[in-house]
Nanobody
Framework: QVRLVESGGGLVQAGGSLRLSCAAS????????MGWYRQGPGMQRELVAL???????DYAASVKGRFTISRDNAKNRVYLQMNSLKSEDAALYLC???????????WGQGAQVTVSS
């Protein structure tokens, strides 16, 4: 089992920055990728950024150039640096991890990001 705990959410003005952090515990050696999803009010959950084993990353088109995902495998953490935040970035940000071999996904409880205009 893998447990994910997010931190770093909060209120920020449009144009500002926030950094989210996610700490993984448990059988972290089984994780093949870690990343972030978000879900706004009345919206579907969407992928924001993903960091895969080997170093490749994926980003949603809406955040490319503004958000950066990074992963510290030694500390079992993944980070999301969010710059130039917009009102449409406001959402519950959920940390995500996956074991491809077992096809098992893990989710954190979420960190709320609020962007004021």
């Amino acid at each position: 089992q893998v447990r994910l705990v997010e931190s770093g959410g909060g209120l920020v003005q449009a144009g500002g920055s926030l950094r989210l952090s996610c700490a993984a515990s448990g059988i972290t050696s089984s994780i093949n990728a870690m990343g972030w999803y978000r879900q706004g009010p009345g919206m579907q959950r969407e992928l924001v950024a993903l960091s895969k084993d080997g170093g490749s990353t994926d980003y949603a088109a809406s955040v490319k150039g503004r958000f950066t995902i990074s992963r510290d495998n030694a500390k079992n953490r993944v980070y999301l640096q969010m710059n130039s935040l917009k009102s449409e970035d406001a959402a519950l940000y959920l940390c995500y991890a996956i074991n491809y071999r077992l096809d098992r996904e893990y989710w954190g409880q979420g960190a709320q990001v609020t962007v004021s205009s």
